[in-house]
């Protein structure tokens, strides 16, 4: 994953926060890590399928959810998501720190 700063993990946290949807794939994957294929968290969520793709990418680029294929070979293929636990209490840590001071 490519550096961020302080900034864009705080821009990160609020994407995520700002969506009812990503929050929705983010529960989906902590209470259900076995049904981390994009139809089963589609199902799971009722998140529109044009819209979960696109749900998926931008968490996946906050470093909250990662795929097991890399970008260039997942065309035509399942990809599983997990979601990064470590992840999402750092963000939240640096939340609190911002906030709280």
């Known amino acids: 994953m490519p550096y961020k700063s302080p900034d864009d993990d705080l821009d990160s946290l609020g994407q995520i ?3 009812d949807d990503r929050i929705a794939v983010v529960r ?3 209470k259900k890590p076995a049904e981390n294929y994009f139809g089963a968290i589609q199902k799971g969520t009722g998140i529109a399928t044009g819209s ?4 998926l990418r931008e968490l ?5 959810i990662q795929g097991d294929l890399p970008q260039q070979e997942r ?8 979601l990064d636990d470590k992840r999402v209490r750092q963000l939240l840590k640096k ?3 911002v906030l709280l001071g």
Do not use: C, N
């Open 17 to 19: 926060a700002r969506s």
């Open 28 to 30: 989906h994957l902590r």
């Open 52 to 55: 979960l793709g696109k749900h």
């Open 60 to 64: 996946e680029a906050a470093g909250v």
């Open 75 to 82: 065309h035509g293929r399942y990809v599983r998501y997990q």
């Open 95 to 97: 939340f609190e720190r």
